[in-house]
């Protein structure tokens, strides 16, 4: 199988999450707007969030992936097996033990990191804290998750693990489907969405333990045990922990800083929910396919291919994420007005809402081929490098944002955050350049500049077109004008941009097959010195 084609699996499935998670935050504007109540829930939501990138995907797709096929090329799948074990028996143990500790803890943490901001407001503060102590073990749920996800995917099932993030939303959106039928309260229903968060992270634990089964591996609880395989593990994952969750670090330092202006938690995390949609499609089903792919390659010797995948990752990064940034940067009005201004959601939200997005919009490509470059060092075992330019990106984001936030408020935020993105990409990549581990096309440049060109030409394709269709886009039209409207302004984008960029070079279907067909039997070349 191509990697397109194992792109496109997890993608598809990440599409379908997405879809559910945009259907998911039309609901919660229209229920919560941008009010106290939709701040507290999302400031309680960020803490899982964040412990679950540092220990689930950062750590596990980072470390447990080129450990575990490993194991597979060297001892066959009784020895993943064994492997397996070994780690889940440690993972469980100190999961139990963190989250039960930060549970206890959850009043300091709240006051101190989560939101400083809502120390003034007895009701929010408490509330924040009630909310979270019940959706904390969603973490325990998603790092076990992450393992087995880890392992399907070095087996090569790759749907499981994907759809699995579905079942958030879909539990999510009953929840909030039940308060605005029932009418209930703004509390009552952040209840609600604590509670099925939680049960979320049990249901997603459940369908990936039965891929894994499906998969041909059973694995039993083993006492904890910190063996030579456990301990490598653990070396490569504390680095990769802390690099994996840069996103969150960052959305969470943002999130203290903007606790002190009512409705900015909130309006912040709208405008994620769209530019996620991207990120995850295109982002997260490249760094999951190729990480196992280059270290399989890495593994039997085969140093061309590697640089091959990379290279034709970042190609791949880039055909998509192009036209998706400059589209959510010309329509982010347009977006969001349609998906969230009704009920609680106001035109001045929405304003708000999509000063931020258009910033987001800007980072975009700098966030996902972030995801395109860490494997580089992941498949390598070496975790502590971009740990250490994430270290980097979080001082600048830090900086920036206590800087910026007096002056432009909310979107001062995503300046930082974005800003932070692309200094971590630019580290990243010119790393891996000057290791040689990253071969220099200037193919590559002259695609991305070519398809720089279609992209500009699609932005103002849109910006005229916007304008001739601007009747249906006021908030005063009917809800299906606004769809109809947006979805026109998207499908004219389309084969403007992609029409553009094949017939001026900036693609080629033939080309991106033949280079992304992966051999069953590659020939063996010289190990490099890594």
């Not at 997603?204 to 591996?217: K, T």
């Amino acid at each position: 199988m191509s990697l397109v084609k194992k792109f496109m699996t997890v993608g598809g499935a990440t599409l379908g999450s997405r879809v559910f998670g945009f259907a998911r935050e039309t609901l919660m504007a229209a229920a919560l707007g941008t009010g106290p109540i939709a701040d507290v829930f999302y400031a309680a939501f960020r803490f899982p969030n964040l412990f679950r990138r540092l220990f689930a995907e950062g750590a596990f797709n980072a470390a447990f992936v080129p450990l575990f096929a490993k194991e597979i090329e060297a001892n066959g799948i009784d020895g993943a097996k064994r492997f397996s074990e070994e780690v889940f028996g440690v993972l469980f143990s100190v999961l139990m033990i963190l989250t039960i500790g930060m549970q206890l803890s959850m009043p300091l943490l709240v006051e101190w990191i989560i939101a400083p901001g809502f120390a003034d407001d007895a009701v929010k503060f408490d509330l924040t804290v009630r909310l979270a102590i019940v959706m904390f073990p969603y973490l325990m749920c998603m790092s076990l998750t992450a393992m087995l996800s880890g392992m399907l995917n070095s087996l090569h099932h790759f749907f499981a693990a994907a759809i699995a993030p579905v079942f958030l939303n879909v539990l999510m959106i009953a929840a909030l489907g039940w308060s605005l039928w029932t009418g209930s309260d703004p509390a009552a229903t952040a209840w609600a969405l604590s509670w099925s968060v939680l049960a979320a992270g049990l249901m997603q634990l459940a369908v990936v333990y039965l891929g894994v089964r499906h998969a041909g591996i059973r694995i039993g609880f083993k006492r904890p045990r910190f063996t030579p395989n456990v301990k490598r593990l653990l070396i490569l994952a504390v680095p990769a922990a802390i690099t994996g969750g840069i996103t969150q670090i960052n959305q969470l330092i943002g999130q203290a800083i903007a606790s002190g202006k009512e409705g900015a938690i909130s309006a912040l995390q709208y405008a994620d929910r769209i530019y996620q949609l991207p990120l995850g499609v295109v982002g997260v089903a490249v760094a999951v396919v190729l990480l196992p792919e280059l270290a399989r390659a890495l593994k039997g010797g085969h140093m061309k291919e590697a640089a091959n995948l990379q290279n034709r990752s970042i190609e791949f990064v880039l055909f998509l994420t192009l036209p998706a940034a400059v589209g959510i940067w010309v329509l982010s009005d347009e977006i969001i007005r349609v998906l969230y201004e009704r009920g609680a959601f106001s035109e001045q939200n929405t304003a708000v809402v999509a000063s931020i997005l258009a910033i987001y919009g800007l980072g975009l490509p700098g966030f996902v081929l972030i995801k395109a470059l860490q494997p580089g060092y992941y498949a390598r075992e070496d975790t502590k490098t971009p740990m250490r330019f994430t270290m980097v990106s979080v001082a600048l984001n830090t900086g920036l944002a206590l800087t910026l936030f007096p002056i432009f408020e909310e979107s001062g935020i995503a300046i930082a955050e974005a800003a932070a993105g692309w200094t971590n990409t630019i580290l990243l990549f010119s790393v891996l350049v000057w290791r040689k581990h990253l071969m220099f096309e200037w193919s590559l440049v002259t695609r991305t500049l070519r398809l720089l060109v279609a992209a500009g030409v699609m932005a103002a394709m849109l910006v005229y077109a916007s304008g001739e269709l601007s009747a249906w886009l006021t908030p005063q039209s009917p809800l299906l004008h606004q769809l109809l409207a947006l979805g026109a302004l998207i499908a004219l984008a389309m084969p403007v941009y992609f029409g553009i960029a094949f017939a001026i070079g900036g693609a080629d279907l033939g080309m991106i097959r033949r280079n992304l067909k992966r051999k069953a039997k590659a020939p063996a070349e010289p190990t490099d010195q890594q």
